[in-house]
């Protein structure tokens, strides 16, 4: 059990796997306090001692609960779930799991990144003017290298960086102008990092732009087939773009 925010968690309820994957289900719940202050509403005031005593709840159940699928991809090192949290949240719950001290002696580090779309990097190199841009590309698991180009990686791995930084400034009248080099970082950011940026729009409004707002979804539907196979068929359908 994860704590994400507040008093709401996630758990994994069930785990199924395969040769080539692992699928099952999340649960999301609110972890209650039960030290806390309770409300009467009746009396609009705080419940007393002999109120409490009516409460007969196991600590085994828990309120709020919503299920949802994930499927994990053991060749691509692909996380897919349904998107009943935020890709900040899940990134977050996955990442407390991976720095439990038995995975890290077992695999070493393990880092966790949001793949983005395409939307994020078209988004901010059109801006009129783009004055700020930071792009930051995280070294990704030994096995897993995906499209990190060999320069990078060699940068990485000789310096023992755990991530590399690419900033730039440029004035509102003229901006940055986006070359080649800085395109093909923000490539490599989309799934190993995120980039983010200031600039004027074409009502020369200052706005702020990141890849985080553009996580890579897809929407599906489904009628004949069950919840679990439509996701397991989009899963599918994703992995092969």
């Not at 925010?5 to 199924?16: E, P, V, Y």
């Not at 009943?84 to 995975?103: D, H, R, T």
Request: charged share 25%; hydrophobic share 35%.
């Amino acid at each position: 059990m994860v704590k994400i925010k507040g008093d709401a968690c996630l758990i994994f309820t069930q785990i199924l796997p395969s040769e080539e994957n692992i699928f099952g289900t999340i649960g999301k719940f609110t972890k209650i306090d039960f030290d806390k202050a309770w409300l009467d509403i009746q009396k609009m005031d705080s419940a007393d001692e002999n109120t409490l005593k009516l409460l007969n709840i196991p600590p085994y159940l828990q309120p709020n609960y919503e299920s949802f699928y994930f499927l994990f991809d053991l060749y691509k090192h692909m996380f897919y779930y349904e998107r009943k949290v935020s890709p900040n949240f899940m990134q977050k719950f996955l990442s407390i799991l991976f720095s439990n001290p038995e995975i890290i002696d077992e695999f070493g580090e393990i880092g966790v990144s949001i793949i983005q779309s395409e939307e994020a990097l078209e988004e901010i190199f059109s801006l009129v003017s783009l004055t700020n841009l930071e792009i930051r590309i995280f070294r990704p698991n030994p096995d897993d290298c995906g499209n990190l180009d060999d320069i990078m990686m060699g940068v990485m791995e000789n310096s023992g960086a755990s991530q590399v930084r690419f900033g730039a400034t440029g004035s509102k009248k003229t901006g940055l102008k986006v070359t080649e080099g800085i395109k093909n970082l923000g490539q490599l950011a989309l799934e190993h990092g995120d980039i983010s940026a200031k600039g004027y729009d074409t009502s020369d409004k200052l706005v702020k732009k990141s890849s985080k707002e553009h996580p890579i979804v897809e929407k599906i539907q489904y009628k004949s087939e069950s919840a679990g196979e439509a996701f397991q068929n989009a899963v599918y359908r994703m992995s092969r773009k």
